[in-house]
Structure formats: structure tokens, C-alpha cells
């Protein structure tokens, strides 16, 4: 088997001439003999029996040559690919037989390859690092979150409900003086607050106390799910039964030792300190990254084939699956949720996908122009890591996962690490509060004319998860 010729035909698209020789078209279709005679009923033969000549005789030598083809294309395509170096990125292949007989096979594809990328600088790149120190509010914040956690509900009494409160009350809901269906409810528990019910309807709760009889005047938003309600004024008949509220524990060094190893507050606080800047600092890394990769993609130039995006959704689709599932939700559930549909779900993940290919694409052409490349012992730590994650033996994930693929991916991470430590990195200025103008009547000056102060910066995007 080989590559004739290989001529680029179009964008991404090349044209490739493969020619499999008689001797390996031969085997095939002795193979191919082999596997079919046994389905096949020969007068004057049992069935299976039947000798290949005589098979031939009767529907032709080429009865079997279609198999054969079938065979030796798989193998045939992927050594002619490799021969010109090029890389198929999706299956929209158009096949062509040339020819087929005792002497061999020609064929023709027509393929589409990863496309030419041209980037411009990547080293020396500027970015902006956010500060990563833990202020005393930092620490105070997380402390609250460790007395809510601690934290426990008890019954109130002598007092009215107030929002942040938890009621337990009897409710039902009126329309035009009639109930209406899915309006009503007893003895459910709600958080003053929360937003679970809609607008107005909690702030009316609070200021009445247990054993209250009242009404709450709502009106259903436009956008509300249920047709017959939008923008319907509606009386929801209530009783109030409970009002409970959330008691904080203390914070002292009791405190300290019963949630951590520490026993007192000012080494929880001393450790919470160190845990929030911790964060911070990947935080911080991550945004510096996403900084980095969007100026890389400032002088990212191909002209991407859109199997490449394509396949890049699928699997963003098939990993928010598999998420869904690790929740207990199907993908199907997860649309009828949102009233949506799957197209409208795969359409949601194309501009994410894009980026992805792009990044990929980028990165790839610095492994190229670098000459990056893993050590053996890096390729084979890897390949340990894959083993242990998902918990198969060596030749296993070695079958699964091709040495190319996680030379590649190896040599990517190379390839960021190599933008990072080249990168100017500098502290992310204080934003500064717009100014406000105040204007005088018309016809006036402005008052803050001649004295005006720099805008505020825009606010740094939110970090991203640059892996392609």
C-alpha cells in the first residue's frame, strides 16, 4: 500500500492517490473468500463448501473484491495520510475507484486536514496579575461562612417574622377570585429572601407573627413560565405557623477548636488567611493565563474547518453529560428543564468550541516553530497518571490512548509554560470609581469643565479555562 500523489485541491481539502498492491488485494480477497463461502449455497456443494474457483466461475472473479476493498481502505487511507504528513480533522471523505482488479487497487480521496496557522509574537507577552492578598475582610467573610455552617435553626417567638427568617405557613393563590392550579401549599418552609417565590411575595410575609392570618397582592412577571399567569394579578390567601431563625455560634476559641485542628481564633484566622491567598494566587495564575492566551489569539490566523468545531462540541457535549449524570440528570431531562432543545443546547457551546480550536490550533504551531517535544520519561509518567485515573492496566490505557495524542497534549502544556515564563507580568492597577457629571441648566457650562478626572478601567474578564 502507498501514496501516489497528494495535491491540495481547495482550503483544508487535499486530494490523495492510494494504490494498494496485488499481493496485499490478493490476501484480502482470499480473506474476504473465507468469511463469505460459509453464507453461500452452491448447487452440487454443501453449504460453506463450495471451492473459490468455483464461486468466481459462477458470479464473476470480482465476486469477492468488494469485501477486500473494504478490508485493506481502512489501513491503506491512514498510511497514505501519514506518508504526507497530514492529519484528517473530520469525516466528510469523498472516495473515487480509479481501478480494481488482479493487479491491485487505485482510489482517490478527497479529505480535510488541519488547516495552516499563522500567529503572531507570543513571547514577551503583557499581562496584568490581580492581587492575591487576604484582607482582614477576606478573613472575616470566610469566618461568617464557618458560623453558618455551625449554625443552627431554632423556633422564634415573640417576635414578627423578618427577612432572612425561615416560615412555615399555609398558602393559596387566587386569580380573578379563582384558585388556580399549582397555587397552593401547606406547611411549606420557605427562606425569607431566597427568591424562591415571586416578586414582592416573601417581603408581604415578613412583619406578621405566628398563628397570623393575611394576604399577600402579587402580580405574575411577563415572562413567567405558566401561559395563563403572565402578568395575571393574583391574592395568595396565607397562615403563618413557624418562624424560625438561624442562632450563630460564637466566635471565640471554643469556637476555633470545635470546626478546626486549631485551638484558638487567632490561628483559625491565621489559617484561613493562608487558604484564602492560596486561592487567590490560582485564581490570579488563571486570569494571567487567559490574559495571555487572548493576546495570543490577537495574531491567531486559519481558516478553521467546521468539522473541527464540530467535533470539539461533541465533546463539550459529551462531558457535560457525563457531569449531568454524575448529578443524576440525563442530557434529555436537562433540555425539557430548560425548555429548550438539543440543537439550541449545541448552539450554546459553539463559541466556547471555537475558542477551544483556536487555542489548540495556536499552541500546536508554537510546539511546532519551538521544536517542543516530552522526554521518555515524561511520556511514560503520564501514561501513569492516565492508568491510575481511570484505573485500567498499562496496556490497556496505552491501547485507548495513542503516543501521538499524549505527545501532543504534553507538548501543548510545554507550549503554555513557555508563553508564561516569557511574559511581562505587572500588578493589576486599583479601578478607580467612575466620576459622575453634574451639568447646570441648559445653555450652561458644565460645572467639571477643564477639571475632568480619567475614566474607570473597564473590569477584567473572568478567568477561563484555557486547555485545549
Do not use: W
Amino acid at each position: 500500500m502507498s501514496l501516489k500523489s497528494s495535491n491540495k485541491v481547495d482550503t483544508n481539502r487535499y486530494e490523495l492517490v492510494i494504490t494498494v498492491d496485488a499481493e496485499t488485494f490478493a490476501d484480502a480477497v482470499s480473506k474476504a473468500y473465507r468469511k463469505n463461502v460459509k453464507k453461500m449455497n452452491i448447487p452440487g456443494f454443501r453449504r460453506g463448501k463450495a471451492p473459490r474457483a468455483i464461486i468466481e466461475r459462477m458470479y464473476g472473479e470480482d465476486v469477492f473484491y468488494n469485501d477486500a476493498l473494504e478490508a485493506v481502505y481502512p489501513s491503506a487511507l491512514q498510511s497514505a495520510v501519514e506518508e504526507a504528513n497530514l492529519e484528517i480533522v473530520d469525516n466528510d471523505i469523498d472516495f473515487d475507484l480509479v481501478s480494481m482488479d488482479k493487479t491491485g487497487v487505485e482510489f482517490k480521496v478527497k479529505i480535510t486536514v488541519k488547516p495552516e496557522v499563522e500567529i503572531g509574537e507570543y513571547k514577551g507577552l503583557a499581562a496584568e496579575k490581580p492581587e492575591t492578598d487576604a484582607a482582614d475582610a477576606d478573613v472575616e467573610e470566610e469566618l461568617k461562612r464557618l458560623q453558618e455552617r455551625n449554625s443552627r435553626i431554632i423556633a422564634v417567638e415573640g417576635r414578627a417574622a423578618e427577612m432572612g427568617d425561615t416560615v412555615v405557613f399555609d398558602f393559596e393563590g387566587f386569580v380573578d377570585g379563582t384558585a388556580f392550579e399549582g397555587g397552593k401549599g401547606e406547611s411549606y418552609s420557605l427562606v425569607l429572601g431566597s427568591g424562591q417565590f415571586i416578586p414582592g411575595f416573601e417581603e408581604q410575609i415578613a412583619g406578621h407573627n405566628v398563628a397570623d392570618e393575611f394576604e399577600v397582592n402579587v402580580t405574575f412577571p411577563e415572562d413567567y413560565h405558566a401561559e395563563e399567569l403572565k402578568g395575571k394579578a393574583a391574592v395568595f390567601k396565607c397562615k403563618l405557623h413557624e418562624i424560625k431563625a438561624r442562632e450563630m455560634p460564637v466566635v471565640d476559641d471554643e469556637f476555633a477548636k470545635d470546626v478546626s485542628e486549631f485551638d484558638t481564633v487567632d490561628a483559625l484566622k491565621e489559617d484561613l488567611k493562608k487558604k484564602i491567598e492560596e486561592r487567590k494566587e490560582k485564581q490570579a495564575d488563571s486570569e494571567v493565563e487567559t490574559q495571555l492566551i487572548d493576546k495570543l489569539l490577537e495574531g491567531f490566523q486559519a481558516e478553521i474547518p467546521n468539522g473541527m468545531i464540530e467535533s470539539r462540541i461533541d465533546e463539550n457535549l459529551r462531558d457535560f453529560d457525563y457531569r449531568l449524570q454524575m448529578q443524576g440528570m440525563s442530557l434529555q431531562q436537562y433540555i425539557q428543564y430548560m425548555g429548550g432543545d438539543a440543537q439550541g443546547l449545541r448552539d450554546s457551546f459553539k463559541e466556547q468550541a471555537e475558542r477551544q480550536v483556536k487555542v489548540r490550533l495556536a499552541l500546536e504551531k508554537i510546539v511546532a516553530l519551538e521544536g517542543i517535544a516530552p522526554t521518555a520519561e515524561e511520556i511514560e509518567a503520564e501514561y501513569e497518571k492516565l492508568k491510575d485515573l481511570y484505573k485500567v492496566e498499562m496496556d490497556q490505557i496505552k491501547k485507548a490512548i495513542p503516543e501521538k495524542e499524549v505527545v501532543m497534549d504534553l507538548s501543548v502544556n510545554k507550549a503554555i509554560d513557555l508563553i508564561k515564563s516569557t511574559a511581562v507580568i505587572s500588578p493589576k492597577k486599583a479601578e478607580k470609581a467612575p466620576v459622575k457629571k453634574t451639568t447646570k441648566k441648559t445653555g450652561e457650562k458644565k460645572a467639571a469643565e477643564g477639571e475632568k478626572k480619567p475614566a474607570a478601567k473597564k473590569s477584567a474578564k473572568k478567568t477561563e479555562n484555557q486547555e485545549g
